[in-house]
């Protein structure tokens, strides 16, 4: 059973044009995270949110926006995508204030 | 703010020999919690150890455990018995159990496992 799954584990796109990462957890967790691991690898938070509730939004482009529409699913949709977003995005899930389970990832190449 | 810092961005063990990997913090909090991180490359994140800070007693997962100084805000993994499935990315993170938590990491070390 696969515990954080994220659809599609490979994305390859053009300049400017929008995309959505789908994410679900059937671990019954209450809070779900989206992180970016850059090209050396660092890895840093975007967003989190708890029980279908934005609780963290670190300092990210507006052009990024998660939606939650229940508490098993977070999904990231990005408009007008730039070179930069070029990365490798991590779905996570976790009960409060406990060890979190990350998904496959998803590899974004912006071309 | 928390940091985490690594120092160390490489290192390399020959295979059944023991190695420690080195990971200290930076908080002002009192309650958190510590993690080790694999990520092999296969990109997949796997969870390896975990430590809670109000914990004395070291963490151990099998062939892997920890040297938690709270004090000197140091957290070390020691793998033990490195076996080739070892080779990966490890990364240090930190978890304060506050408003807003959110899990910090360190920038990663590679371990390579030589045969």
């Known amino acids: 059973d696969t515990a954080v799954s994220q659809t599609p584990k490979y994305l390859v796109t053009q300049m400017g044009n929008d995309k959505s990462i789908k994410c679900e957890q059937n671990?019954?967790?209450?809070?779900m995270y989206w992180y970016k691991q850059d090209s050396k690898k660092f890895l840093k938070i975007m967003f989190s949110?708890?029980?279908?509730?934005?609780?963290i939004n670190e300092t990210v482009p507006n052009r990024f926006s998660p939606k939650s529409p229940d508490k098993a699913h977070l999904n990231l949709h990005i408009n007008s995508l730039e070179l930069g977003d070029s990365a490798v995005y991590f779905c996570?899930?976790?009960?409060?204030?406990?060890?979190?389970?990350f998904g496959p990832g998803t590899r974004l190449t912006v071309t | 703010a928390q940091t985490v810092t690594q120092s160390q961005p490489e290192m390399s063990v020959q295979e059944a020999e023991t190695v420690t990997l080195s990971c200290t913090y930076d908080?002002?909090?009192?309650?958190?919690?510590l993690f080790w991180y694999k990520q092999p490359p296969s990109r997949q994140m796997i969870l390896v150890i975990r430590?809670?800070?109000?914990?004395?007693q070291n963490a151990t997962e099998n062939r892997f455990s920890v040297n938690f100084q709270k004090a000197a805000k140091s957290f070390s993994l020691k793998i033990s018995d490195s076996q080739l499935g070892d080779t990966a990315m490890y990364f240090c993170?930190?978890?304060?159990?506050?408003?807003?938590?959110?899990?910090?990491f360190g920038k990663g070390i590679t371990l390579s496992v030589r045969p």
């Open positions: 671990l019954g967790h209450d809070t």
């Open positions: 949110y708890n029980n279908k509730e934005l609780i």
């Open positions: 996570a899930s976790s009960q409060v204030f406990h060890e979190q389970y």
């Open positions: 430590q809670e800070a109000y914990k004395q």
């Open positions: 993170a930190f978890l304060f159990t506050g408003a807003n938590s959110k899990l910090t």
């Open positions: 908080t002002s909090e009192n309650n958190y919690y």
